[in-house]
């Protein structure tokens, strides 16, 4: 399984950005999908959840109210961002697990073994 994240770039501070994962896998919909984000010089910290069927998401305090994650029946995952600060400059990415079952999403990156490459988030004016 292969994810490709995708619809980075630069953005002013409140403006809006909407970010892609596309998966290879025939089954996506038996994985969780995370985002997570790294800053220059700071650890990977978690974004944002969503469950294999979607029942459930988890939010980073951080992002609450202006990120929402989704997810489509088929292959993709989104990440729709408003509101965007200078702190939420990073590189983000997408990872995956599989599930058996609909349950909250792990906010832990060692839990995921499915990552794909990142894209540039720059919060600039």
């Known amino acids: 399984v292969q994810l490709q994240a995708s619809g980075g770039g630069l953005v002013q501070p409140g403006g809006s950005l909407s970010l892609s994962c596309a998966s290879s896998?025939?089954?996506?919909?038996?994985?969780?999908v995370a985002w997570f984000r790294q800053a220059p010089g700071k650890e990977r910290e978690f974004v944002a959840g969503?469950?294999?069927?979607?029942?459930?998401k988890e939010y980073a305090d951080s992002v609450k109210g202006r990120f929402t994650i989704s997810r489509d029946n088929a292959n993709m995952a989104y990440l729709q961002m408003i509101g965007l600060k200078p702190e939420d400059t990073a590189v983000y990415f997408c990872a995956a697990r599989y599930r058996y079952r609909d349950d909250t999403p792990s906010n832990r990156m060692d839990e995921y073994n499915i990552w794909g490459q990142g894209t540039q988030v720059t919060v600039s004016s």
């Open positions: 896998a025939r089954t996506f919909n038996a994985y969780a």
């Open positions: 969503i469950s294999r069927r979607a029942d459930y």
